[in-house]
């Protein structure tokens, strides 16, 4: 199996020109999923170093078989919030890059319940040993939790009927997998028969259990503040987002940064016509690049 049959890497040549690699860099991967990004970044840097994370177990060892001849790269499976005590004392990182989010592996085949589209139990941990799952999220979350959550990770303003349909069905019985989930969103909202609202919606709200789930708001803006402590002087880092909330945090810590970080592109870069066609993920990612001072 390559890495292109389970995810393609979405802004790949962007991304490549975005960090410009030289040979010596010592490149942080923090998201190294299947390695699509990776195996470019650690080509172009045959006397430096790759420490590529991922939190996800089958992420991590399908990278140590994948790369198993490199001398040069460290496969590390923890949460890229943890750089700060990962990344050995005075080692200096020069280039990094996240891809957030999940892979196209985790959503067609990882059976975790990440699709609305699949009847699975609804788990949605990236890292399978810790955390609460979706299920015991949407169990036990009060009202007020589950609107929060709704609002701040989906952009869903109008939840008021969904979470009280959440409520009224878990009190006769526990909500466990995707497609339970799903006719409750089909209750909560009027679609008028429009397949792309209806979507659209489920989309949203799988996205929001998925950002709560593995508090990923919590962890990248830990990481944007603790990776500066481990970067080079004029040492870039980018990071390719997928939705608005991931974007504006990036962009809002950044800006309370200011002094540590410069932006380098002042608009965010995005897929072209082209990409979009060969793969339609690739639609809303944006690319920041950022520079240490
Ligand atoms: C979009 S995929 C990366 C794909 C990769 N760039 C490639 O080309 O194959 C995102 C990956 O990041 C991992 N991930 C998400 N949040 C993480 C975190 N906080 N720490 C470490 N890995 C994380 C996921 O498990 C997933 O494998």
Request: proline share 2%.
């Amino acid at each position: 199996m390559t890495n292109n049959d389970i995810h393609v890497p979405v802004l790949l040549q962007e991304v490549l020109e975005g960090l410009d690699i030289q040979e010596n860099d010592i490149v942080m991967d923090g998201t190294l999923g299947f390695g699509g990004h990776s195996s470019q970044l650690l080509t172009a840097c045959p006397k430096g170093h790759l420490y590529g994370f991922d939190k996800d177990r089958v992420a991590v060892d399908f990278c140590e078989e994948k790369f198993k001849d490199a001398k040069h790269i460290s496969v590390i499976h923890a949460n890229y919030s943890e750089v700060a005590d990962k990344i050995p004392e005075g080692v200096l990182l020069t280039k990094v890059l996240l891809d957030l989010g999940f892979s196209s592996f985790q959503l067609d085949d990882s059976e975790r319940g990440f699709s609305h589209q699949e009847d699975q139990d609804l788990d949605m941990r990236m890292d399978v040993s810790k955390g609460q799952t979706a299920s015991d999220i949407l169990n036990t979350y009060t009202p007020q939790q589950l609107s929060d959550m709704f609002y701040n990770f989906g952009d869903l303003t109008h939840n008021k009927n969904l979470v009280e349909n959440i409520l009224f069905e878990r009190r006769k019985q526990k909500i466990f997998t995707s497609f339970e989930l799903v006719e409750l969103i089909k209750k909560s909202y009027n679609f008028q028969s429009k397949r792309s609202a209806y979507m659209k919606t489920c989309a949203l709200v799988f996205q929001a259990l998925r950002i709560e789930v593995n508090e990923e708001f919590e962890h990248l803006k830990k990481f944007i503040e603790d990776v500066a402590t481990r970067m080079a002087p004029e040492g870039v880092l980018a990071i390719l987002s997928f939705h608005s909330g991931e974007d504006r945090l990036v962009k809002h810590t950044i800006r309370e940064m200011k002094g540590v970080f410069k932006k380098v592109n002042k608009h965010v870069i995005k897929a072209t016509q082209e990409e979009i066609r060969s793969n339609s993920r690739s639609k809303p990612a944006k690319l920041r690049l950022i520079r240490k001072l």
